[in-house]
């Protein structure tokens, strides 16, 4: 909409390039606006023999960018939860959901709360937002999550075994 790229500009200015000549460069009418919505975690994510991920299972919004991750990463748990499922696939899906649920609860919550940090535009407000994040951003704490988060990846790093045909 009008006036849309004149907003990004001001609220970017002093980033690193090309951010700016990027947004100089876009017309307004290819400048598409919305807003970003999130929602509590769901309890349930399927029912009988269907089930969901990615998106349609656990919404993330951006701030920490792990919804494309999330997905993929709900692909494989589905597919290492039906192979090992023998022949009963609707409780193969309900553990797959279960351990999901666990894993993307949490990034969905941690997402829109940075979400809500960083919409504040009362300057007090952003003030405390930035020495709470200073004080807090290198803790042991937020790198003890950060390290659970890498790990849970890893699972997926040895080689692979083949089946014979």
């Not at 598409?32 to 089930?51: C, F, N, S």
């Not at 405390?128 to 790093?157: C, H, L, S």
Request: charged share 30%; hydrophobic share 40%.
């Amino acid at each position: 909409g009008t006036g849309v790229r004149d907003m990004l500009l001001d609220r970017h200015r002093g980033w690193a390039g090309p951010v700016a000549d990027i947004l100089r460069a876009t017309p307004e009418e290819w400048i598409l606006r919305g807003d970003v919505e999130g929602r509590k975690p769901e309890r349930a994510w399927g029912k009988g023999r269907v089930t969901l991920l990615g998106d349609a299972a656990h919404p993330i919004t951006f701030n920490i960018g792990q919804g494309a991750c999330q997905a993929l990463e709900d692909a494989l748990v589905l597919a290492e939860h039906l192979e090992r499922g023998g022949s009963d696939p609707v409780a193969a899906l309900r553990r797959y959901e279960d351990e999901r649920r666990r894993r993307t609860a949490s990034l969905q919550r941690v997402a829109w709360w940075i979400g809500k940090m960083g919409a504040v535009e009362n300057p007090l407000l952003i003030r405390a937002r930035e020495a709470f994040m200073r004080k807090n951003w290198n803790t042991k704490a937020f790198q003890a999550a950060e390290k659970d988060q890498v790990a849970y990846g890893t699972r997926w790093a040895g080689p692979r075994q083949t089946h014979a045909a």
